[in-house]
């Protein structure tokens, strides 16, 4: 049990799922005759972020947190993507900046003080439970919601989607 | 870090925000004149669960994941559950076994495999992966589902009323 593996996988796992999930909605899209851009716009009530940002957002969760634990600024992405491909690459460029960081710097950021933005305000939390009880519940909150907006469009998707690529053995 | 305390806060962090929701959803059916029940029954899709499942299976996984990682054969609680204050004792009951787990057996638990139920077969992860790659998606999946549910039937809450009291300092 380290910092790194309490994290990265998370959100590479996610982001993998993620990816795969928007692969079935594009195919949804194909095989109904549905304007993929309607998927994109679709939110669950009118003050709720739309799909694409909810995409958006997941990968920020990633790219910040995983950041924020291993000392570096996180790079800012513009939020301009207005396709599925767009979206692909966005997940895509989250995934290899993950990669770049170094788990050792990440390990030690257990009691490190992560600091960020909250609104207009600041939040501060010690590195585990920035990463416990703030990063990880905001990811798999916004990967959800991305699956549940699907869901709701009639993709046809099940909870495997969501949990991804996992070190399960079945039997 | 131990799996102790990667597990069992995120549990009762989120089973008592869940149950924070639940209050914010009685007042609005109250203030709006909803029948409560039509909040229970409200589901995104009409093969995803409804409202009052999507509690009880998040009650599940944190009554279950909890008592597999402490070596503890989970208890079953029908699903008989009909009003919110039901709901809420739900959780209450779930989050008071929860509080009964040895967290020493919890701690010993990473590497040892973990067989669950899965549909019609049953799934091997060691102890660590098992917290991190399904059942912690698991129950934060559905607590946000609750919560997606609620927010698409017009109640007013937000993302801090996800994430509970956390321990995070505001400047």
């Known amino acids: 049990m380290t910092m790194s593996n309490a994290s990265l996988p998370s959100f590479e796992i996610g982001l993998n ?24 716009n679709t ?61 050792n710097k990440i390990d030690a950021s257990v009691d490190r003080e992560i600091t960020f933005p909250l609104g207009p305000n600041r939040g501060h939390m010690k590195g585990w439970d920035y990463l416990m009880h703030f990063a990880l519940p905001n990811f798999h909150f916004h990967v959800t919601t991305a699956y549940n907006i699907l869901r709701h469009c009639g993709v046809e998707i099940g909870k495997r989607d969501f949990l991804g690529v996992i070190p399960m053995k079945i039997t």
């Open 43 to 103: 939110r669950l009530f009118p003050d709720m972020f739309a799909l694409v940002r909810q995409v958006q957002t997941a990968c920020d969760q990633a790219k910040n947190a995983s950041a924020r634990l291993a000392g570096v600024e996180p790079p800012r992405y513009e939020d301009t993507e207005t396709t599925i491909s767009e979206l692909q690459a966005r997940i895509a460029r989250t995934l290899a900046f993950v990669k770049t960081l170094d788990a």
């Open 17 to 40: 799922a993620l990816a795969a999930i928007l692969d079935k909605a594009e195919a949804h899209a194909k095989a109904k005759k549905i304007d993929p851009a309607v998927l994109l």
